[in-house]
């Protein structure tokens, strides 16, 4: 197994599935028969979801709603989606924790990276809600922030296609899929693979991103069968 421990990170859109918004439920199951088959291979599994499937902090300010209350709005549709997640993995007999990063007792625990890898190193999966629990920040920025408490190996950034591109795939039938970029390539060629606070946070500590579909069965698994799936991000 190449890595030892991941942090996962799933945007809310992606739980939609076909629908508009909310849940989808083949979707969420999916996504944890995934999850429960790359913890099966004792990888330690973090996982940062959004909330995008429910509110979005910006989309927020369309509407009159000030932009903070908005944000921490957002990071409360993160913590409905990790227990949701929690739930799901919970039918399929895997133990996980919602840590937030904002206090929320008794739904789930407030996050330390301490807390995150205690529960790691017992074999249960780790969902890391809340965002970083202040706003003006992304979920985004909350994985990369979660990866280096926790010291994970590499952020596997799950989406809808199959890796990084020159262009926007769905859009431009000439797009080009990048193998491996590095940070610098990526601010110069302005991929927008995460926003900047995330990347810069990742390009400075060193932090590998792998960008993959998450929605094609078995990829999780190759990604961490070491198979070069997806698009290799880092400082090389």
Do not use: H, W
């Amino acid at each position: 197994m190449k890595y030892k421990r991941v942090l996962l990170k799933l945007s809310g859109e992606a739980l939609m599935g076909s629908k508009q918004y909310g849940f989808d439920a083949e979707r969420l199951e999916m996504y944890v028969s995934e999850i429960k088959k790359a913890v099966e291979t004792d990888v330690q599994i973090a996982i940062v979801i959004g909330g995008g499937n429910i509110f979005r902090g910006l989309k927020g300010n369309n509407i009159g709603i000030d932009r903070v209350q908005g944000d921490y709005m957002g990071m409360l549709a993160t913590v409905i989606n990790g227990l949701a997640l929690q739930s799901a993995l919970y039918s399929l007999g895997v133990k996980s924790r919602v840590l937030s990063g904002i206090n929320i007792d008794p739904v789930c625990e407030l996050t330390s990276g301490s807390k995150a890898i205690e529960y790691l190193e017992k074999g249960e999966i780790v969902i890391i809600s809340g965002g970083t629990g202040n706003p003006f920040f992304t979920t985004d920025t909350a994985s990369v922030l979660r990866a280096l408490e926790i010291k994970a190996d590499i952020i596997l950034k799950g989406t809808r296609v199959n890796g990084v591109y020159s262009a926007d795939p769905e859009k431009d039938p000439y797009a080009v899929k990048f193998d491996t970029v590095s940070f610098d390539e990526a601010y110069e060629k302005q991929l927008n693979i995460m926003d900047m606070t995330a990347f810069t946070l990742c390009k400075e500590n060193n932090m590998p991103i792998i960008v993959f579909d998450i929605n094609m069965p078995g990829n999780l698994q190759k990604i961490l069968n070491g198979e070069n799936i997806g698009t290799l991000v880092n400082n090389s």
